[in-house]
Every structure is written in structure tokens, then in C-alpha cells.
């Protein structure tokens, strides 16, 4: 059972920066496609990154590309969202996300939270203008 925790939300003024953590947890297999989404409430949750863990292919929704950047750390397990240029319209609980055994280009097309099996608890970020 793949168990994901993340933690390293909070409250920042508009262009500040947050650095958000995903320890993962669980798993033996190294084809894992992870990701990032967001949700405000009463909306869809959206992806915003995703990493496609043995060649550490990016990628990341329009709406954050040049502001935000995934990582990974193998040897803590660990995948991070590195949030720059934060906007009142990033304001929103975020999410990690997982999904075992997958290859690179379906990790490229996994953009919508059913793609995914395992979830966090999410984290919230605020962003005031």
C-alpha cells in the first residue's frame, strides 16, 4: 500500500515562494508516475505537475510553467513542488498523487485525478494579494 504525506503548505503574499514535500512511502517498484494537483473549493481539481519517476521526465500545466518546478529526491523517497512567483489565483489545496507500473509517455498524458490511484491528504496554500 503506497502511502503518500505531504507537508510545507502555508500562507504567502503575492511573489513569494513555497516549497511543497510528498513523502512517499510503500513501494518497492521504481515505475511510478507522480504528481501535483490543486483544488478550490467547488472546482475540479486540476493537475499542475507530474513526474515520471526512473527518468525524472517533467511536466507541468500551462498556468504554472516557468513558476513552478517538480523534483524528486530517490533517496528520501520524497517529490517536491518548488512554487516561485506565487499568484492569489494558485490559492488552493494541493495534492500528491501516484500511480504504480506506468511507462513515460502515459505519465505524460496523466492529467486528470482518475489517472491516479494513491492520494495525500493535501496541503494548503494561500496566497494573498
Known amino acids: 500500500q503506497v502511502q503518500l504525506v505531504e507537508s510545507g503548505g502555508g500562507s504567502v503574499q503575492a511573489g513569494g515562494s513555497l516549497r511543497l514535500s510528498c513523502a512517499a512511502s510503500g513501494y518497492t517498484d521504481s515505475r511510478i508516475c507522480m504528481g501535483w494537483f490543486r483544488q478550490v473549493p467547488g472546482k475540479e481539481r486540476e493537475v499542475v505537475a507530474r513526474?515520471?519517476?526512473?527518468?525524472?521526465?517533467?511536466y507541468y500545466a500551462d498556468s504554472v510553467k516557468g513558476r513552478f518546478t517538480i523534483s524528486q529526491d530517490n533517496a528520501k523517497n520524497t517529490l517536491y513542488l518548488q512554487m516561485n512567483s506565487l499568484q492569489p489565483e494558485d490559492t488552493a489545496t494541493y495534492y500528491c498523487a501516484a500511480t504504480l507500473t506506468i511507462d513515460r509517455t502515459w505519465c505524460e498524458r496523466a492529467r486528470t485525478p482518475t489517472d491516479y490511484i494513491y492520494w495525500g491528504q493535501g496541503t494548503q496554500v494561500s496566497v494573498s494579494s
Open positions: 513526474l515520471y519517476s526512473p527518468t525524472s521526465n517533467t
